[in-house]
């Protein structure tokens, strides 16, 4: 595997990227709460992202990070293989990926969960920059949007149009006095992601705590990963980390759950209430419709990810 190395912070050209080298983790999962260990591995040119289940011996333990792999998204989003074998809650670390531009790797987990951390993509990035990256003698490709692509409707729903860059707009609407409503539109070029992203946990409400575990899910969950909201007040000691974390952590989840495309998107994300499956969904319209995208090589104005222009409501 021929690579050239890359300095942090230092532009390098339209090369695909993985890791310098692997780099492990451990943490709990969100809705088993079982402990999970995890390893990120580099790899070759065009393999894309890849999770091994190192704990599976009987069935193909291997899972592609695409769309067309999801299986579930109530909650989170579940990739699985042909052989019934799944990882879940895979989009914070695909978040990750996307804003440090990790084309490349190989995920190793022993259980059917991505360990959930403090409930953002920071500590994934802090990982990716730990091992350091490396450019692959590959070019980097992209998929472009030819033309506006939409799921739901203006009251939920997703537009993907074409743009020179990846942006996404987005607008949550919450009953709670706490969420509320609130928009975001952030243009995802030259670090904008780590800068104003990657911090933003997941969140959720005290008044389902119970039935989410009744059903087997958030067992996990705790104020060490997730801002939980009760009626009128956030319980996590110190609050929020921006006064708009919610839909900050909205975009976060679109933007990994859209890097299952198989490549960066240059495009411009218009979302409404969107959740994981609506995420899902415009990848599978997308790819539907073969004049509706191209898979170019990534022009040079949005190779990084650039400024951002935030705007909050």
């Known amino acids: ?10 532009r390098t050209g339209l090369r695909q990227k993985t890791l310098r080298r692997s780099i492990p983790c451990r943490g709990v999962g969100l809705h088993s709460g079982t402990t999970v260990e995890m390893t990120l591995h580099p790899a070759a040119a065009d393999r894309g992202i890849r999770f091994r289940r190192t704990d599976v011996t009987d069935r193909d333990p291997w899972i592609a990070a695409r769309y067309d792999r999801v299986v579930d998204t109530r909650l989170c989003t579940v990739i699985g293989n042909r052989d019934g074998v799944t990882v879940g809650t895979i989009e914070h670390l695909m978040a990750a990926f996307a804003g440090c531009e990790i084309d490349n790797a190989i995920v190793d987990i022993d259980a059917a969960e991505v360990p959930v951390m403090d ?4 500590p994934f990035v802090f990982l990716i920059e730990c091992a350091g990256t490396v450019e692959l003698d590959a070019p980097r490709r992209a998929i472009e949007v030819r033309k506006p692509v939409t799921v739901g409707d203006a009251r939920r729903g997703l537009t993907l149009a074409p743009a020179d860059a990846f942006s996404v707009d987005f607008e949550i609407d919450f009953a709670s006095p706490v969420v509320a409503h609130s928009t975001l ?62 839909v900050r952590h909205k975009v976060l989840d679109c933007v990994g759950d859209l890097y299952l495309a198989g490549a960066p998107i240059l495009g411009r994300v218009t979302a409404t209430k969107s959740g994981h499956h609506t995420n899902n969904e415009v990848l599978r319209a997308l790819f539907a419709d073969p004049t509706a995208y191209a898979v170019v090589e990534m022009p040079d104005r949005s190779h990084d990810y650039a400024e951002a222009l935030p705007a909050t409501a």
Do not use: C, P, W, Y
Not at 3 to 8: D, W
Not at 119 to 122: C, F, N, Q, T, V
């Open 185 to 246: 539109d952030v243009r995802l070029v030259n670090g904008t992601f780590k800068r104003e992203i990657a911090k933003a946990r997941t969140f959720g409400f005290l008044a389902d705590v119970e039935k989410l575990r009744a059903a087997g899910l958030g067992l996990g969950g705790s104020l060490d990963n997730t801002v939980v909201v009760d009626t009128d007040r956030v319980l996590n000691e110190g609050g929020l980390r921006f006064d708009d974390e919610f």
């Open 1 to 10: 595997m021929a690579t050239r190395t890359q300095s942090h912070g230092v």
């Open 119 to 122: 409930g953002s993509s920071e």
